[in-house]
């Protein structure tokens, strides 16, 4: 993946993510965030909201600690070590950023409440808070490195884009599974989204300019 690309995704991205932090405000982007909500609503059914809460599954942080532990031994297996850092800073970089930034903004969740963080039923006295959403940024970030797997590995074109219809159909079921459930607003999805790519696009350019030949 070329630099001029990896640096027009983080404006993008960056841009998205500033925008949707500083002007989706109470007075302004609230009321949409409400009025999308209503509009969910209207259209769920009891049997969509248990189609939902197994697909928010994918991004729950028991899932995602296995995924990353799976992944994480496959790399020291192979000691694929480039990898394996690249993984890692992403991952946890990217759970330090999100707590970060639900400190930072302290936006309460729809309806007003602040969950705590749980991990494998242990509930932790931290609060939750809802911007950006953390469940859709451990998932993104984790699509997100199996797609620039996909494509600096894969050969077979088919296979590569089966990776990458696959990774995105189930990053948007996931979006809007958080809506469906009433556990985040819109914009907390479309923060999540676009402040993770940032967070990866620049992982991922700082590591190229360090070790090109890994990292093309």
Request: charged share 10%.
């Amino acid at each position: 993946m070329k630099n001029r690309a990896i640096i027009c995704l983080i404006t993008i991205s960056l841009f998205i993510f500033l925008s949707v932090a500083f002007w989706l405000t109470p007075s302004n982007g609230y009321l949409y965030d409400y009025q999308v909500i209503a509009w969910i609503e209207g259209i769920s059914t009891k049997v969509l909201k248990q189609i939902m809460l197994i697909i928010s599954l994918i991004g729950s942080s028991e899932i995602i600690l296995l995924a990353t532990v799976v992944i994480s031994v496959i790399f020291l297996i192979k000691r694929y070590w480039q990898l394996l850092h690249f993984f890692m800073i992403i991952s946890i970089g990217g759970v330090a950023l999100n707590f970060l930034l639900k400190i930072l903004f302290q936006k309460e969740r729809p309806g007003g409440i602040v969950s705590s963080i749980e991990v494998f039923s242990f509930s932790f006295d931290i609060p939750s808070y809802s911007f950006p959403s953390g469940h859709m940024m451990r998932v993104t970030l984790l699509f997100l490195f199996l797609i620039y797997l996909s494509y600096s590995f894969i050969d077979n074109i088919f296979l590569k884009w089966t990776v990458y219809l696959s990774s995105f159909l189930l990053m948007i079921g996931v979006a809007l599974s958080r809506i469906f459930l009433d556990a985040h607003f819109m914009s907390d999805i479309i923060g999540a989204i676009s402040i993770s790519t940032t967070w990866f696009c620049l992982i991922l350019l700082i590591l190229k300019k360090n070790h090109v030949s890994h990292y093309n």
